[in-house]
């Protein structure tokens, strides 16, 4: 059977359909690969990356079909269905490359020892620090026939590598962790142009969030608020934020914020509106008061599947159709606005010089991304500014809105647990920050629903596919149950979605924890090495969701064993604390919080 007839992913399907007869991860596959005696190439993609869908004209070089069909076993997979996967591929890719991002490419032998790994690699080399698939996979195939020690000492040096940075790293913290996080954070911050990092250009929530954690602590409080402010006014100003209809794209490709990779999705908004929300208890600027609802009804609008859950966002693969969606050109402003048009594009940058380029071909689309050109000082708290500069535009873009909804975009036909729980967790948040009541229903709604159609007999599916359940869930996928549940009840106080919280915790204990900290995914899961991770990409990790809900239900119940659990999760990642705190910043706002409780003071001395 191909993968398209095993697979109920549509991302899967697409990217497998092909020359390429693909397999998909198991143990028969692995099996497979021992009885012939062949290498095995893992690739995993990401259904939200314009690279990974590059990749796919790869396998139609016949040469690259050829060798991956009769010299290797080749597998494909989602990477938001294999996190154990994803993490082991992403491990190496670093170790070897210096650098990892979609797709992910990891070799191994039939005993899972990895012999290279790689992100993006074009079809042919023209760069000898890039190499391309083709010359790989000849360069792979030349070592397992002919240098076959030579390979298997590589592989048993990268696989013991793998294993030691992939275990949990116990350790206890150090005496003023928070220092510690304040330095990394303020050392990563981007000045000029606003955010954490440098391009491509990610709103790192979880880091931002560890920041107003810090600020409200009095840990570098003055340097905080200003990585915080500058960040989030750099989000809304230039092109991460769709001026047009609200919500966030997912990343940018440059450092300064203006080449946005077009399209939105729910997780990806989820994490960043969970700052703005955060950010407004804290300063109370009405902007990020607007940007929430605004989002929110955006998001819902878009995404909503007609059963109280949400698609997890545009399917970016059809490039044509996002970019006539997204962008502009003065012409078709005109037709919309009339005689208004001339201003609009003059205060939003329409037709100027701020033309959006294709990121994989280079090509100037001869259309803008909507930025504006001057706004009122965005961070501070007074609201007349803002009220006049909302009044001057604010038909124009409910116009523009109403107008490109003729040609949106199918949504990607997805329904994520993930993402549907940390959205439905941010509504209920909301609801308490923004004194947005009718929120607190929809959360209820959609959690409610979450739990309804993704568990049967007890057991959490990862997704639903025309509403069928596809895959056991992950890590991940329970943690953001427990923190959605958990939000519920924080603001709305119904004893039912506490006593909710707690069952997902027992749960989750009892599926993924493991030497004292959470697998990624449940023991007798195939993967390439037993997993744990506590760092944060897009969103939070399911660690440190687990041990802030876990300290938040020992607040709210004064049960010792929530604590106690919470503290075991801590300490097995405590070095990595130590030493990547920024990278591990949803757990460190956990750790921050157990020192507190325990009396250990995490404010300025």
């Known amino acids: 059977m191909s993968v398209s007839e095993l697979n109920r992913n549509p991302f899967v399907k697409q990217m497998g359909d092909g020359p390429v007869c693909w397999h998909l991860w198991s143990e028969e596959t ?19 990356s314009r690279w990974s869908r590059e990749t796919k ?53 039939p005993e899972k020892k990895p012999v290279f790994a790689s992100s993006y690699m074009p079809e042919q080399s023209n760069d000898p620090r890039m190499p391309g698939l083709l010359e790989v996979l000849r360069r792979i195939k030349w070592l397992w026939l002919m240098k076959r020690s030579q390979i298997s000492e590589a592989a048993e040096s990268y696989g013991a590598q793998l294993a030691e940075t992939l275990k949990p790293y116990t350790a206890a913290l150090h005496c003023r962790p928070e220092d510690n996080a304040a330095a990394q954070l303020l050392d990563e911050e981007d000045h000029a142009s606003g955010g954490i990092g440098t391009a491509p250009k990610f709103p ?88 929430v609802r605004k989002s929110i009804s955006s998001l819902m609008g878009s995404f909503d599947c007609g059963n109280n859950l949400l698609y997890s966002g545009d399917n970016i693969e059809d490039t044509e159709n996002i970019c006539d969606y ?58 007349q500014s803002f009220i006049s500069w909302t009044a001057n535009y604010a038909q124009d873009l409910a116009s523009l809105e109403s107008a490109r909804n003729e040609r949106r975009p199918e ?78 009840y924080k603001a709305g106080h119904s004893s039912e979605w506490l006593e909710k919280t707690k069952e997902w915790c027992r749960k989750t204990n009892e599926l993924f924890g493991d030497e004292g900290a959470y697998r990624l995914v449940p023991l007798g899961t195939s993967e390439i090495l037993p997993a744990w991770d506590a760092g944060d990409d897009y969103l939070p990790s399911g660690n440190g969701i687990m041990a802030d809900c876990l300290l938040t239900l020992n607040e709210l119940t004064a049960e010792p064993v929530w604590k106690l659990r919470a503290r075991e999760v801590i300490h097995a990642f405590g070095g990595a604390l130590n030493e990547y705190p920024a990278a591990c910043a949803s757990l460190m706002i956990a750790a921050l919080r157990l020192r507190k409780s325990e009396g250990t003071d995490v404010s300025k001395e």
């Open 30 to 48: 692995i099996k497979k690969a021992r009885d012939l005696d062949q290498p095995v190439c893992l690739c995993i993609l990401n259904s939200k």
């Open 57 to 109: 004209k790869h396998f139609n070089n016949s040469e690259i079909a050829r060798m991956l069909n009769n010299d290797f076993i080749s597998v494909i997979a989602d990477s938001d269905d294999v996190p154990q996967l994803t993490l082991a591929a992403r491990v190496m890719a670093q170790l070897m490359m210096g650098h990892s991002g979609w797709p992910l490419f990891i070799f191994m032998t």
């Open 204 to 291: 790192q929530a979880s880091k931002l969030r560890l920041a107003a954690y810090l600020y409200e602590n009095e840990v570098q409080k003055d340097k905080m608020e200003h990585l915080v402010k500058n960040a989030l006014s750099a989000f809304f100003k230039n092109g991460l934020y769709d001026h047009i209809g609200g919500g966030f794209h997912d990343y940018c490709f440059d450092s300064c914020w203006k080449q946005p990779c077009l399209g939105r999705h729910i997780g990806q908004n989820a994490a960043v509106l969970s700052v703005y929300v955060e950010a407004y208890r804290l300063f109370h600027i009405p902007l990020y008061s607007y940007l």
């Open 326 to 383: 997204y962008l502009w050109n003065r012409n078709e402003i005109e037709r919309v606005l009339g005689d208004r048009s001339d201003a609009f594009c003059n205060a939003y940058n329409i037709g100027s010089d701020k033309n959006y380029t294709d990121p994989v071909t280079q090509l100037i689309t001869g259309k803008s991304i909507p930025m504006p050109s001057s706004l009122f000082d965005i961070t501070t708290e007074s609201e």
């Open 411 to 488: 949504a990607e036909k997805k329904i994520s647990v993930r993402e549907n729980a940390l959205f439905a967790g941010i509504l209920a948040k909301a609801s308490s920050v923004l004194a947005q009541k009718n929120y607190y229903s929809c959360a209820e709604k959609i959690m409610t629903a979450l739990l309804q159609k993704t568990v049967s007999e007890g057991i959490l599916c990862h997704a639903l596919y025309d509403n069928v359940r596809d895959g056991l869930a992950v890590l991940d996928d329970a943690a953001a149950v427990v923190w959605g549940c958990l939000e519920l």
